[in-house]
């Protein structure tokens, strides 16, 4: 009798606990966090949510459409707050603002502009903001922004005034070192790779297309040029910043003194407190090169970082080598990279991915986001060894950034 009464007892505990299980599977489910991808493009904005597995994918949008939107990013900081750059056709470039993930825009009041200048022949007109970065997470609705003609900005309010920051925009030197707005570079000259380090929120770097990258120490009032180890295009000086050219900046969250750069000549690395960078893209396949637009660091492993390069002889194609796309990656730091292809087009894939169009959110595995001029995203959920288009027919992408959402 007592042994028939345990088996009952057991079979009635056993459900129970599979489905407390079972609810708690789901609550846990329900509070983590969700990937959401903001695509910036030609014509428009999308924000596509992922569920908890990032396999299955819904899109927002588009925001904007018909307007360019250079870059869109969600605030880390309070987890709901867009800021978009966009340009708005004849009506010229401004900035816009949303506190609810998008369900309705603000126009900011006073977008990035640079200060009248005495002489108006001398005077620049902002073309485009390329570049949004959140302040430190101690400095909340602090923004900074990098434009073309290339200047720097910094909003106090969340993105809805803006005023030039800094000495660069208006120094002689730093002038000089941006070269013309006529310097060749598609869609002209950007300050770009606004970098905050998560230890300190004084000290920054930004790159400049072309001028070389440069450190602050004091929150971006001054700024000293980091150009020691980089190449140039042959045939120029590179003891003249103005040729140094850094597509992408990336500084790494798990060890903030390590910094790689995809450049116009290479793939490079830096740890500080050294300030020679050092050219690791020499590893790279020969018939590939280490010629490309972006890059992107693992969120807890500072050897590990992926690029995607481009065709880079002679004229520059800017396109997939051979039309055979494929991101490559390293688990050491550059001393060897990997062919990671599986999945995307083996022929005639001619297609660029510009220097901001690529991300990786935080996840574990971590995944990994890229988006082309042909419109197309792609995603890989581990770690690059199997690629997925899930979305295509998209206008031009510029712009890719992972973010976390409830």
Not at 167 to 176: F, G, I, K, M
Request: charged share 25%; with cysteine.
């Amino acid at each position: 009798m007592a042994r028939a009464m345990k088996k009952a007892v057991a079979k009635k505990v056993k459900p129970a606990a599979k489905a407390v299980k079972k609810a708690n599977g789901k609550a846990r489910a329900a509070k983590s966090p969700k990937v959401a991808l903001l695509v910036s493009t030609r014509k428009g904005a999308w924000i596509f949510h992922g569920d908890s597995n990032r396999k299955n994918w819904s899109a927002d949008g588009p925001h904007f459409l018909g307007q360019i939107i250079n870059h869109l990013m969600l605030d880390p900081r309070d987890g709901k707050t867009l800021i978009a750059a966009a340009s708005t056709g004849h009506l010229g470039p401004t900035i816009f603002r949303s506190t609810n993930m998008g369900k309705s825009w603000t126009e900011a009041k006073r977008p990035p502009a640079f200060a009248k200048a005495e002489d108006p022949s001398k005077g620049r007109t902002v073309k485009h903001t390329f570049w949004l970065t959140p302040a430190h997470a101690n400095e909340p609705n602090v923004w900074y922004a990098g434009t073309s003609p290339q200047g720097l900005f910094r909003s106090e309010d969340g993105g809805m005034n803006w005023e030039p920051f800094g000495l660069v925009n208006d120094d002689p030197q730093y002038r000089a070192w941006m070269g013309s707005e006529q310097d060749g570079t598609p869609d002209g000259p950007k300050m770009h790779s606004i970098t905050i380090d998560p230890r300190d929120p004084k000290h920054m770097y930004m790159g400049m297309s072309g001028g070389g990258v440069h450190e602050s120490l004091d929150a971006g009032r001054t700024w000293s040029p980091m150009v020691k180890g980089m190449e140039v295009v042959g045939g120029f000086d590179a003891k003249n910043i103005a040729f140094h050219d850094p597509h992408c900046l990336r500084i790494c969250p798990s060890n903030p003194d390590r910094l790689y750069q995809q450049n116009h000549c290479g793939i490079y690395r830096i740890d500080r407190p050294s300030d020679e960078w050092v050219r690791i893209g020499r590893a790279m396949p020969k018939k590939v090169g280490d010629i490309g637009f972006v890059m992107t660091v693992h969120p807890r492993d500072d050897k590990t970082v992926w690029v995607l390069p481009m065709d880079g002889q002679t004229v520059w194609p800017r396109t997939s080598p051979e039309g055979r796309p494929s991101v490559y990656g390293t688990k050491n730091g550059g001393k060897t990279w990997t062919r990671l292809d599986n999945g995307l087009p083996e022929a005639q894939a001619w297609w660029t991915v510009k220097r901001q169009a690529m991300t990786a959110d935080s996840r574990d595995p971590v995944g990994l986001y890229f988006g082309t001029t042909s419109g197309e995203l792609w995603m890989s959920r581990d770690e690059g060894a199997r690629w997925t288009n899930f979305a295509r027919h998209l206008p031009e992408i510029y712009a890719v950034e992972a973010a976390e959402v409830m």
